[in-house]
């Protein structure tokens, strides 16, 4: 047997070391990057090419992601950003076309996340607890909705995990090019795949990391800052900040530090 890639082997320990079961979805990624590994993210609106990006210097790595997108792309992008990362990578900025591009490190960026959010161990044991069904258009569609990742993501998971060839892989592929799968999942019903992520609307961005909102309570906690300054530094819109401060208690006087 040949040894797996670089970026397969990444992915699986990036499973194990975030704990991860490998034969399941990831639950929540923006819960897992934050808490898990400890990365900053920050969901934000990003121009339409713009996918995302992944920035770190001596001491310190920070992932952003593009809010406007459909989530099931903000999912890969993040973990592909993950990738990025785990990878050694440097600091790189990802556009929808360097995502699809020939590039080494965003191929093998994209095969790490495609092992991250769904493993070849994790197709065969959807496949087997349903039976070890025909591979169809439905069923890319399905495992899609699983996975919380686009049909094309499942298409070419199920291709690799041998599961999807011959005529059925070129008759998914076509419907998919036709967009076939998009009224499919709405006519099953399938809704979205619900997580962090998903919870996060266009009214909500920016989304800053979790380390940083705790920091933004802090001070406005010991009184060194207004809301109209925080929103002001941070880009947020100033009602919807002052909404979540509301129950934080503001000290009086001159904060001792």
Do not use: C
Not at 184 to 189: E, G, I, K, R
Not at 252 to 257: A, M, T, V, W
């Amino acid at each position: 047997m040949s040894a797996l890639p670089r970026a397969v082997r990444e992915a699986r320990d990036a499973r194990a070391d975030l704990g991860v079961p490998s034969d399941g979805p990831v639950a929540d990624i923006l819960e897992a990057v934050e808490d898990g590994a400890g990365i900053p993210v920050t969901v934000v609106a990003l121009p339409h090419d713009f996918a995302g990006a992944m920035r770190r210097d001596q001491r310190h790595v920070y992932i952003f992601v593009n809010g406007v997108e459909p989530h099931v792309r903000q999912r890969f992008t993040l973990a592909h950003e993950l990738g990025h990362f785990r990878l050694g990578h440097a600091t790189v900025f990802d556009t929808v076309a360097d995502l699809r591009g020939r590039d080494p490190q965003e191929v093998e960026a994209n095969e790490f996340a495609g092992e991250f959010l769904v493993p070849r161990a994790a197709i065969d044991a959807w496949m087997e607890r349903n039976g070890d069904p025909r591979v169809d258009l439905e069923l890319v569609v399905r495992v899609a909705r699983h996975f919380g990742v686009s049909a094309p993501v499942a298409r070419i998971r199920l291709e690799k995990a041998g599961r999807l060839r011959g005529r059925a892989k070129t008759q998914v592929a076509q419907a998919i090019a036709a967009r076939e799968h998009t009224s499919l999942a709405y006519m099953l019903s399938l809704g979205e795949f619900h997580d962090s992520l998903s919870a996060i609307s266009p009214s909500d961005l920016p989304r800053l990391p979790v380390v940083v909102q705790r920091q933004i309570k802090t001070v406005y906690a010991a009184g060194l800052a207004s809301v109209e300054e925080l929103a002001t530094r941070t880009r947020q819109d100033p009602g919807r900040l002052a909404t979540e401060l509301a129950g934080v208690n503001v000290a009086e006087g001159d904060p001792d530090f």
